[in-house]
């Protein structure tokens, strides 16, 4: 197949774009700021659904399922939360259509089915499970609580796109309810620690762990937990968040719960996502411009064998060297393809697979299976080498580590050379026009700067580094004092 | 714990209803008609979506995800299917809230966010998905395309029971494309059987394969296959439905694909889904007045344990035997819980535990410690023996076999008693009323028929078998010939 992708350096918004379409991953539904996700794309989300719900479950999660609607008085209930999501709410008020008379085969809403209380399609689910946590929880025996779901949500965004900003999005939300504050803040701060975990270790995609700032908090929280990471265009993305809601939404929905000591309190919480968001940070951080680079231990499909040969006979002995390898890999977990399609030339597979990002690809043609070999070529350095059959799985199981090492490294190299700091406002905006990435800078805590700064250059405080050092400085803007440096960037 | 459940024989359906909420499975929530999946009975239902997502996978399918919102004008596409779902679908109609100016603190919907088109909450997805699907088919090298999705949907259904008949549900739904009809129907019948397996072979409920009669199809179907269970107060529960589509769907949203033969022809298509109602025939098919009984394979928990003890020294020395025991039941893939509690009595916790349906339990006191062995009782039996320790692995290993078959027998025993041939009218009335079950009887074919035995007797036809065979005889309503018998049944 012939890939015509835009090179990363000509348009990297467009070759982003179109790189999800061309390796299957989503595409545009018919349904305003909707996307479907294809297979190939659904198959990587599963992968890291299975590693992420492995983890949570392993910090002593479960999983529950709460309703997609949130009552209208339930939504209201707490304020902040209630003022932040207002805007791009998707709200059903009708539960009926009804046959339109004035034309004929065409439907309409039956005004007599109005409800009588609008509901609102859930974008975040503080209100409805915090409306039932409050039958759930009387007494400290009750607590904590932790609970994980997986589920849909909409915020009707006006400006869409695949992966990083849809209108419904696919995510996991945990809410969990404790007795103490302190136990409330090690959890969301454990979430995120869960978070970077993940994004590192499986995904190959370095994070920064750190506080958001106040204008940049969750609508509802007295903390914001988040992982940042940095995109090849020098733009951040926020990779996940973890927020300790204090006791905001408890006294919201009159959580109280009777202490050891007898007394009543209300209820401490926390809650922490990551979404299909995931998927656009895993697309940007590592492909290029001959397509998608997958980590081996998020890629649906890790080791692709392609057959080259001319006819049935040549092509059958190649099957014959081929089945006891896949059922050798296979034992070893590895997932294996042989695509042994004869409607397509090799060179076309060889094309499809790397825009598909397949981490390591086989060859076997007649030479090969002569001398016991086969052709093994890496997708993240694009080289090729020549294995004896002897040692292929080894050299295969090897390589898969190798290649998801190398990943992380070469996004890490990336991350820490795109990590700069000024001291100054003027170096503030060079670095930023012509270098990108994160800039660490001395800021006043103040929101006016924090805004006066975001509307001059676009660029926002990701977060406030988590090991941040005490340093004595002077905000790059207003020259007031200041005793740690926040990291700006551009971001997604 | 004190179980206070009420008994079957007095009033089923109340028993139905506090068991679930009893067992902590699910319970109402403060939105009309959708409930709260909790943790207990949502980790049932990912064992279930475990195997099924394994049974697809092995049949070919792949999974990927479409919007949760139709548009109107697609969900009007296809006649038969709006007009089945037109009556109980949830309407947004805006995509913004904004403050009340009467009321401080209250929303409002934004008058000014009136969406140009409705979006129908998905009853079901075929609309939204072969708008998607006419892109995706150009030619016969297109197909199949063989995908499933696991979703929620909303039907505006107004009498509502949890698991049973909930406004918003969990499912899977699965939608293939093929150039024949030949292949459809077989991809239809395929699921049927598969939906079958899983019913019997990990829910333990034995289903009866057939096809709807023209009144029960899917809106937008022309043929529905449906596995029928029966439960223990005599009715009938659909528990899972796959659909031969024909073209109907294709001709909707014009999607044609040029054949091997040059030809241009619409696409045939299937649909099925199973959905949390399947939690709704697991509970009713096996538990009793004791609460829960749990199949093994679906069982969250398959062994508890429970130490029988007096101070933290003779504890600490049942935990000593125990901990290993558990280490070598976790090798053996059994999922175990050793509740060690300080709070509550061990009479507490046994009736806990059957009242959720652990197949197994162990009690460990210093008896046991002093003889090498654990008191062991079967959740579905109710009997208890005296094991040694040195078998103990190999007889529970052997004992979850016996009471998986076991469920499963009592359940096929309980139906094959249930299903009453008949050959009168009046017979027919009186079985239904003093037996229940199913009961297989001639019918004329006719819907006036079945809508007139409905009206008087509240029976349906659940189905005619897919074994049914080839029988003279005349229809028990109308006297009119009939060449088959077809299994009526009231049903939920």
Request: charged share 30%.
């Amino acid at each position: 197949m012939s890939k015509n992708l835009t090179k990363r350096g000509e348009d990297y918004s467009k070759w982003y774009n179109e790189l999800v379409v061309k390796a299957e991953l989503a595409e545009n539904s018919g349904v305003r700021g909707c996307m479907v996700i294809k297979p190939y794309g659904y198959a990587i989300w599963e992968k890291m659904q299975t590693e992420l719900d492995r983890m949570f479950k392993e910090t002593g999660h479960v999983n529950a399922y709460f309703p997609l609607f949130v009552p209208r008085s339930f939504f209201e209930a707490e304020e902040k939360n209630a003022e932040g999501f207002a805007k791009e709410c998707a709200v059903v008020t009708h539960y009926r259509l009804k046959a339109d008379p004035n034309e004929k085969g065409k439907l309409m809403v039956d005004p007599e089915a109005k409800l009588e209380e609008e509901l609102v399609v859930r974008p975040t689910s503080e209100a409805i499970i915090w409306n039932t946590y409050k039958n759930w929880i009387q007494s400290y025996r009750d607590l904590p609580i932790l609970i994980n779901q997986w589920a849909n949500v909409v915020r009707w965004e006006m400006r869409t796109r695949l992966f990083l900003r849809t209108a419904e999005f696919l995510w996991q939300e945990g809410h969990t309810a404790h007795a103490t504050k302190a136990e409330a803040i090690e959890e969301a701060e454990k979430m995120m620690h869960v978070y970077a975990e993940f994004a590192e270790n499986f995904m190959c995609v370095p994070v920064i762990k750190g506080f958001k700032t106040e204008s940049e908090r969750f609508a509802g929280a007295d903390e914001t937990y988040c992982i940042e990471a940095l995109m090849q265009d020098g733009k951040a993305l926020q990779a996940g968040t973890s927020h300790f809601l204090g006791q905001n939404f408890a006294k919201a929905f009159d959580v109280k719960f009777a202490s050891k000591e007898g007394t009543l309190d209300y209820v401490w919480a926390t809650s922490w996502g990551v979404s299909t968001r995931l998927m656009g940070a895993l697309i940007m951080t590592h492909s290029d411009d001959n397509g998608l680079v997958l980590p081996p231990k998020l890629a649906p499909i890790q080791v692709v064998i392609i057959p080259i040969y001319k006819g049935e006979e040549q092509l059958e002995a190649v099957r014959q060297r081929v089945l006891p390898l896949m059922d050798e890999l296979k034992k070893q977990g590895i997932s294996v393809k042989f695509d042994d399609r004869d409607t397509q030339k090799p060179g076309f597979k060889f094309n499809e697979y790397e825009l598909k990002g397949v981490p390591v690809r086989l060859a076997v043609g007649q030479r090969d299976l002569e001398n016991n070999t086969f052709e093994v070529a890496r997708r993240d350095t694009l080289t090729k080498e020549t294995i004896s059959g002897d040692v292929i799985v080894e050299h295969i199981e090897k390589l898969l580590v190798e290649i998801q090492e190398n990943i992380y490294k070469k996004a890490l190299d990336y991350r820490n050379t795109h990590i700069t700091e000024v001291n100054s406002y003027e170096e503030f905006k060079d670095v930023l026009e012509n270098k990108g990435g994160f800039i660490s800078a001395h800021w006043d805590g103040t929101a006016e700067t924090e805004a006066k700064i975001q509307e001059e250059t676009k660029a926002t405080i990701r977060c406030i580094p988590l090991d941040a050092k005490e340093e004595q400085g002077v905000c790059i803007f207003s020259g007031k004092p200041s005793t740690k440096r926040v990291l700006f960037a551009k971001a997604y």
